[in-house]
Every structure is written in C-alpha cells, then in structure tokens.
C-alpha cells in the first residue's frame, strides 16, 4: 500500500532535499481571499480594532473565527470538519475547496507576541482544524535589509563611517531575532520566514563583498540558531540575487524564495547550479499574472514545475505573493495547472 502523505510532510521532504509524492505549495501571504472565497484574511481590518477591549471570551471568539477564515482558504475541502462537527458559515462558500497549502502563515502584525491570548487561541483553533498536517510560519527575519528612501542615505555614509558600530546593530539584531524565533518554537511553529529584500531587479543594494560583511555571517546565524531549535527555515528575497547567491546558500536556509523572474532569475539555472544544496520556492512570474497574456501565464507555472520539481526540494509558488490587482481567474489558472502536474 502507497504512503499517504500529509501537507506537512511533502513540504518537509521538499525543505530537506527530498521527492514527495507530489510538489507542495504556499504563499508568504495571500491577498486574494476577497475574491476567490468572500473574506481576506490580510486586511487590516480582519480582526476587531477595539480587541484590546474585548473580553476573553470575545477575543477567543474574534480570534477563532479568523481561525476559521484561514482554515477554509488554506485547507482543503476535508479541513471544515473537527471531530465530526461542521464549522457553521455559509454552506456554500464552506463547501468550496481551498488551496491545499502546505505551510500556512500564522503572522499578523499586530500579533508579535507568541504567547499573547490571541496568537494562543488562533493558534489552537489553527491546530483543531490541521493538525500537524500542515506546518505553521511566522517571519523571523532580522537582518538589514534595502533601506527605505528617507534612510539610504544614512546607511550608506554608515558604512564608510561607522562600519563597526554598524556591524554591532546588525548582531544585535540577529541575537534578537534568535530569541524571538526560538519562543515562537516554543509556541509551537514550524518555519520561519526570513523576509528581509537584499536585491533590485539590477542586483544587490550592496556589493558582494559588503553583503559578505554587513549581512551574510548574520543571515547564518539566524539560520543556524533556527534549525538548532527544530524549525525550517525559508529565506526570501525579491529581485536579482545572482550576485549573491553563493552567500544566500551558504547561509544555510532551507530554502530560498522567490526567485524572482521579473530580474531574471531562472529557475533552471538555480536548479542546476545549487538545487543539491538548498530547496527553490517560487519562480511563477508575478507581473505575467497581473498584465500578461493567458499564455505567458500558463508558460511560466509549467516552465516553474517542468524545471523546479525535478528530483524533488522545490515548493511551488508565485514569485513574490498573489497580490490585489492580480485577477483571481489568473491566480485560479496557476493554481490549477499545480494541480495537473504536482504529482511526481
């Protein structure tokens, strides 16, 4: 009899260099649960903003329906029953599969403490719908990353001015953000993601040799101190990371993400040079989503799959988030064409 595998398990598999029986999938954050299921679960205001109001039992219930929300847009059809007792909504929209997501991100930003009663009982609420069939991410990133308009400036005259006292913020903050990552293990999550921008579509905002000193023995730490504590990690970046590349691998991520297309990072190419030593997430061409044509669409989810899934460690997803303005029908294709050709 054929292993049954669970979310959790090919993603797992994948991080770790393995085939499963079919590729996995997620996103950072999904931004089209408006159009595709009738609620977004990413708006500011999907909680109550008078929570800190609300009585406990309030804010368990506020909490658990958000819960809810999540458990119908990132599970499948199968994760509207807990223990033979259907969650009440609206049969239809209930009745309408979700996306199967093998990792769900449970981050919020106004829920950065772990152990606060909201983050506990969605969190709870989260596990009675899965399990530990699918695996539960939060950002955990703390590295610098490409400054703001208003701040580059200041970065920049840093480094030729005050490069220790910089070198001593960027410890600082990986040791913070090696702490924070080890209590959301011990509230129970899987994965983080690393979400700090390194690249534009023309490359680096520093130079290799600066991103080696300022950015990558931190970059390692993080990793390092996170799989230490029992979680996967994903490191993200948008744009070019050619440059880099080496430095992001030798960090020691599971995986990288997005791989970004619209600066011509090539899957393939990836693939071939590093997809023995770290697993590939993304590479479906956001911008082709968003104002392409049907085809390039289509071209780009099959060209991701053709190449990435080969001999396992790769996780398909778009290169950057389904964001608004991407229409869902065009998200719906690319789902789609996942589930014709995930299977290994």
């Known amino acids: 009899m054929s292993k049954l595998w669970t979310p959790a398990e090919r993603a797992i598999t994948a991080l770790t260099l393995g085939q499963p029986d079919e590729v996995p999938t997620f996103e950072l954050e999904f931004q089209l649960g408006e159009e595709m299921f009738g609620y977004n679960v990413h708006e500011e205001n999907n909680f109550p903003k008078d929570y800190r109001s609300l009585s406990a039992k309030e804010l368990e219930k506020a909490a658990y329906d958000l819960a809810d929300q999540y458990a119908r847009i990132y599970g499948d059809k199968t994760a509207y029953d807990i223990g033979g007792a259907a969650i009440s909504g609206d049969p239809v929209r209930d009745s309408k599969p979700g996306l199967d997501y093998a990792i769900v991100p449970v981050y919020n930003p106004e829920w950065r403490d772990p152990n606060s009663p909201i983050t506990v009982a969605f969190r709870k609420r989260l596990r009675e719908h899965f399990g530990n069939t699918r695996l539960f991410a939060a950002h955990g990133d703390g590295t610098f990353g490409i400054p703001n308009g208003s701040d580059m400036y200041e970065f920049s005259y840093r480094i030729a ?43 680096p905002f520093l130079s290799p040799a600066m991103f080696d000193e300022f950015i990558t023995p931190f970059l390692a730490k993080i990793c390092s101190s996170a799989k230490n504590d029992g979680l996967y990690v994903i490191k993200h970046t948008d744009g070019n990371i050619m440059p880099i590349i080496r430095s992001l691998v030798e960090a020691g991520p599971h995986a990288l993400h997005s791989l970004d297309p619209m600066a011509g990072v090539d899957i393939r190419e990836v693939k071939r040079f590093y997809g023995d030593k770290v697993a590939l997430c993304g590479n479906v061409h956001c911008a082709a989503m968003q104002t392409g044509t049907v085809e390039q669409v289509i071209e780009s989810a099959e060209y991701c799959l053709n190449y990435g899934k080969e001999g396992g460690g790769y996780i398909f997803t778009t290169s950057n988030v389904p964001f608004k303005g991407i229409p869902a029908e065009r998200y719906q294709l690319v789902h789609d064409i996942w589930l014709r050709m995930k299977k290994y």
């Open 161 to 203: 001015d005050d490069p220790e006292g910089l070198l001593e913020e960027a410890a600082l903050m990986a040791e913070k953000a090696c702490e924070s990552n080890k209590r959301q293990r011990e509230a129970g999550l899987d994965l983080v993601l690393l979400c700090r921008d390194y690249c534009y579509n023309s490359g």
